[in-house]
């Protein structure tokens, strides 16, 4: 028997299927990560081909029978094409993406990533800032949606107040002070904590004259706390910023 199901959701990427077809990997708001058919897609003429496209945003209607979904048909809300034609932002909205998987474990915070997704994607787009901050901003969010918020004011491990340095501790995924730092710290340089810290208190729209320095190592900061809470890797992003 074959179920309909309608939800907004964003491609997060598509590969080749058989002889005429794509595979869709959907980020949706109502039901999480979900791999989807797009029959007959790659026909000059096929009416649904915009649909296999990173970054399509819209209203799917998707028929579902047994455990496989078909996308039917697609009405647009975005489709970001103007990030296609800023290389570095296209390229953070695609590291990105490859973050949601890892993070989406647990289904039942997907409607909350998916909103700060698609903002993010929208910043990146549209606003007139470093992506850095976008991808910054997008991981501190996804950090607090998972239960791994960041602390910026107090030592994790003690409870007292930063007075002098920070350290992130691995194990604890989290920012000790110097009495409380163990062997896995990494001190961290005072201009990355503090840029660190006001992108967490701040929107983005708010970010637009911060100091951009030292986003590279901010960003690295992340990365490594993303691998120990995560379990995954971010090479290609490691690459990117390092080239």
């Not at 897609?41 to 979904?69: D, R």
């Not at 697609?74 to 953070?92: E, G, K, P, R, S």
């Not at 991981?139 to 340095?165: H, P, R, V, W």
């Amino acid at each position: 028997m074959t179920e309909e199901y309608k939800t907004t959701a964003i491609v997060m990427s598509v590969v080749d299927y058989k002889e005429k077809d794509k595979l869709v990997n959907l980020f949706s708001l109502e039901l999480g990560m979900i791999t989807a058919t797009l029959k007959g897609v790659k026909s000059s003429k096929a009416k649904l081909k915009f649909a296999g496209q990173p970054f399509c945003f819209g209203e799917f209607v998707l028929a579902k029978n047994g455990a496989k979904f078909t996308i039917t048909s697609v009405t647009i809300i975005d489709q970001f094409y103007d990030l296609t034609t800023n290389y570095d932002h296209f390229m953070l909205a695609s590291q990105m993406m490859n973050m949601i998987p890892s993070v989406l474990k647990d289904q039942s915070i997907a409607d909350e990533l998916f909103l700060v997704t698609i903002k993010t994607i929208r910043d990146l787009t549209y606003e007139n800032i470093d992506g850095r901050i976008c991808v910054i901003k997008f991981m501190l969010e996804a950090f607090k949606i998972a239960g791994y918020s960041m602390n910026f004011e107090y030592c994790t491990d003690c409870g007292n107040s930063f007075t002098d340095d920070k350290y992130l501790d691995i194990d604890l995924g989290n920012f000790v002070c110097s009495r409380c730092v163990t062997m896995h710290g990494k001190l961290l340089p005072p201009k990355v904590f503090d840029t660190l810290k006001d992108i967490n208190a701040h929107d983005t729209e708010q970010l637009l004259n911060i100091d951009t320095k030292h986003l590279t190592e901010c960003l690295n900061v992340l990365i490594t706390n993303f691998y120990y809470r995560f379990g995954k890797k971010l090479i290609d992003l490691i690459t990117y910023l390092n080239a």
